[in-house]
């Protein structure tokens, strides 16, 4: 029994390093550049942020664990939870499913990231939370706004303005005449 859990744990492991962009690609120095303008700062900020959304995640959480250091309880509670992203959001091919209803990856996120949040602070280390997170946020927009977009190769999907080809065979469109 145990070999089956540790053998799904490295699966599971294994699975969560292949769901994130390469780390290369990430840390390409020759992709780093001065934005144009603010339009362009903004653009380069939600393109990265869609783009690279599992290696923030995991930059950030890095930022937090290196924070609790110190504090030996909340380190165990980390690494429960840390587990939970594991599972939930770095090693999962497809949507989660909740009662029946599909759950984007966003909303995946965001609750993990809340109930990161509010177990650490049960463990009285608020401080650390905010300080690691404020410094996780601030390395993440300013990788997000100085890497270079051009090199990027996103699928419709993945798009933060939504999808932009239509699967209408018409290339006039789909519309009806009132």
């Not at 992709?31 to 903004?42: G, I, K, M, R």
């Not at 995946?108 to 109930?115: R, T, W, Y």
């Amino acid at each position: 029994m145990s070999t089956g859990i540790v053998t799904r744990f490295k699966e599971a492991g294994q699975s969560a390093m292949a769901a994130h962009r390469p780390w290369s690609e990430f840390s390409d120095l020759s992709a780093l550049s001065l934005p144009q303008n603010f339009s362009d700062a903004t653009t380069r900020l939600f393109q990265n942020s869609t783009h690279f959304r599992s290696n923030y995640a995991m930059l950030v959480l890095v930022v937090l664990f290196l924070s609790l250091l110190y504090h030996p309880v909340s380190l165990i509670v980390f690494l429960v939870v840390f587990a939970a992203w594991v599972f939930f959001y770095f090693s999962r091919d497809d949507d989660v499913s909740v009662f029946g209803f599909v759950v984007g990856d966003r909303v995946v996120m965001a609750v993990l990231g809340v109930v990161t949040v509010v177990a650490l602070v049960l463990t009285h280390v608020w401080l650390n939370v905010v300080v690691s997170g404020v410094v996780g946020a601030v390395v993440v927009c300013v990788h997000a706004v100085f890497r270079g977009t051009e090199d990027l190769v996103m699928e419709d999907k993945e798009s933060p303005y939504g999808a932009l080809l239509s699967d209408d065979p018409d290339p006039r469109g789909n519309y009806t005449i009132m």
